[in-house]
């Protein structure tokens, strides 16, 4: 006799569909791996009759599960790789928790270390690291992994040093220690973080060809030991847009879980360092508009490419100028019957953007990732005095308007860049709704979203960027069960005391992979 399918159900006064409905006071009814019905509470009876498992939850805030497009999980395990620095002051210290980490670690391998904290470090020998190991490579990274303690021989092999060591500049690292020991492991920990923060689904940045880790991806896989639905975009840093590698990884992964995207790639980089590219010149820089060109060449010729090829990309803009110039490059793109993008290229960040450039980019049914936490990284007058520094005058007007975004037909999407940001839901609600800063000032309101669209736009909006729409994303019958539940109505609480609210229970793939009722 055939075991009954088991039958869960959900009750709450704030069922949010993401389907354009308003939060209502219902349920959902989840069999196996997917809802079997979604509805006003006065229809719940049958379902819970039938029921294995019943959960009723008050108001708290039923949703899809939360989708991340924009991670690095090569980023997040530098937060923990090697030896534990926390604690360490000095570099005689420093030399004994990594001989320490050395018994462990697997012969001839490089040394890693993380939480590194140079303030106060005191440093007795300058050449103490290149003394121990004159021929072992030894890379210590900060918490916030802005620069590092290494010695000669990292240098000479990975090519970059304390100065520039952001993740486009460490691939050489990158390919060595994603070979390791225990990274499948670490990845496990890496899906335990999101799914307690409520996300289910991320687009994930791969650079290059992910250096081997495609093989732990599929063993995951296959061991049905993932609990995020994952896709890869390929970002080149080592060598040019590998078309054949994505042609290989759409035939490789057509499972439930993994799946390849495209490509990702930056532009420009930030406004305050003087490297986002603008449409009108920096104050700071009279008659500059970048200080450091952008491979426009480059980068045409790749998104052509990737464009003829069937894969969308993802360009990575900060200044109105690099996004105009993408706007534009888009626009020279593959449109469907309707006069949009065939293979939903996006621009990530838009930190800085033209009002005019927004509206374009909607008409041709565009895509954007937007970093909602990132005002929770500083202080108001910090900001403030920066813009004005930078651009003068009205400019900072234009500053995160995801209002205008919003109207424009855009597909507003959330990311976090992460580990630059760790998933916070309440906490981008906080940010992206209320205009906050790490000290609770205010800047833009006008730009901002309601609470109901910032869901929208992690949850269903996150899965049409991913290409998931027809399973995933919205409440309904028949879609994929990923449900996130947060602990509170943060509809009707004051936005100032959102981001006290926490995930309660995630739901990946009709599993609870997270409890914290």
């Given at each position: 006799m055939k075991e009954r399918q088991k039958c869960l159900v959900l009750l709450s006064k704030n069922v949010f569909p993401a389907t354009g409905e308003a939060p209502?006071?219902?349920?959902?009814?989840?069999?196996?791996?997917?809802?079997?019905?979604?509805?006003?509470?006065?229809?719940?009876?049958?379902?819970?009759?039938?029921?294995?498992?019943?959960?009723?939850?008050?108001?708290?805030?039923?949703?899809?599960?939360?989708?991340?497009?924009h991670t690095f999980f090569t980023g997040w395990a530098l937060l923990s790789l090697g030896a534990d620095f926390s604690d360490v002051k000095t570099d005689v210290q420093g030399v004994a928790a990594l001989k320490e980490y050395e018994k462990t670690a697997p012969e001839g391998t490089a040394l890693f270390g993380h939480s590194w904290q140079p303030d106060g470090f005191e440093v007795?020998?300058?050449?103490?690291?290149?003394?121990?190991?004159?021929?072992?490579?030894?890379?210590?990274?900060?918490?916030?992994?802005?620069?590092?303690?290494m010695n000669s021989a990292a240098r000479r092999r990975y090519g970059f040093g304390p100065e520039k060591c952001y993740a486009e500049m460490i691939w050489k690292m990158i390919r060595e220690y994603l070979q390791l020991p225990g990274m499948k492991e670490k990845y496990k920990e890496y899906m335990q973080m999101l799914n307690e923060r409520g996300v289910t689904t991320i687009k994930e940045m791969t650079f290059d060809t992910y250096y081997g880790f495609a093989d732990k991806m599929e063993e995951l896989e296959k061991e049905d030991a993932?609990?995020?639905?994952?896709?890869?975009?390929?970002?080149?840093?080592?060598?040019?847009?590998?078309?054949?590698?994505?042609?290989?990884?759409?035939?490789?992964?057509t499972g439930p879980f993994v799946s390849f995207s495209g490509y990702n790639r930056m532009t420009d980089r930030s406004i305050p360092s003087s490297m986002a590219e603008l449409i009108e010149p920096y104050k700071s820089h009279p008659g500059m508009t970048n200080t450091v060109p952008v491979e426009w060449d480059l980068i045409e010729k790749e998104t052509h490419l990737a464009d003829e090829n069937g894969f969308r990309y993802s360009l990575h803009c900060q200044g109105?100028?690099?996004?105009?110039?993408?706007?534009?490059?888009?626009?020279?793109?593959?449109?469907?019957?309707?006069?949009?993008?065939?293979?939903?290229?996006?621009?990530?960040?838009?930190?800085?953007?033209?009002?005019a450039d927004l509206e374009k980019f909607g008409a041709l049914g565009g895509i954007v990732e937007v970093y909602a936490q990132i005002q929770s990284l500083d202080n108001k007058q910090d900001v403030l005095d920066m813009i004005d520094a930078q651009l003068g005058g009205d400019r900072g007007k234009n500053y995160w308007n995801r209002r205008k975004m919003w109207d424009s037909g855009l597909?507003?999407?959330?990311?976090?860049?992460?580990?630059?940001?760790?998933?916070?839901i309440p906490e981008a609600i906080y940010c992206g709704v209320g205009g906050h800063f790490a000290d609770g000032g205010?800047?833009?309101?006008?730009?901002?979203?309601?609470?109901?669209?910032?869901l929208t736009a992690w949850t269903r909006n996150g899965q049409y960027n991913c290409f998931n729409e027809d399973r995933l994303g919205t409440l309904e019958a028949g879609k994929l069960a990923d449900i996130a539940v947060l602990d509170a109505d943060v509809f009707t609480l004051p936005v100032e005391q959102v981001k006290d609210v926490k995930v309660a229970l995630t739901i990946s793939d009709g599993r609870i992979v997270y409890d914290a009722l």
């Open positions: 209502f006071d219902g349920f959902v009814a989840v069999e196996g791996n997917r809802i079997a019905a979604v509805g006003p509470r006065a229809e719940a009876g049958e379902w819970v009759e039938k029921a294995t498992q019943v959960l009723e939850l008050g108001d708290r805030v039923v949703t899809p599960g939360f989708v991340d497009v007795t020998d300058a050449a103490l690291l290149d003394k121990t190991w004159p021929d072992k490579p030894v890379v210590v990274f900060t918490a916030d992994r802005g620069t590092c303690w993932l609990t995020v639905r994952v896709s890869m975009m390929s970002q080149p840093v080592g060598e040019g847009i590998n078309i054949e590698h994505g042609k290989e990884m759409c035939r490789r992964f109105d100028g690099a996004i105009r110039h993408t706007v534009a490059l888009f626009d020279s793109c593959q449109k469907d019957e309707n006069g949009k993008l065939k293979h939903r290229h996006a621009i990530t960040d838009l930190e800085y953007s033209n009002p597909t507003v999407t959330c990311g976090t860049d992460l580990p630059l940001l760790i998933p916070n205010t800047y833009n309101e006008q730009n901002m979203l309601t609470v109901a669209e910032m």
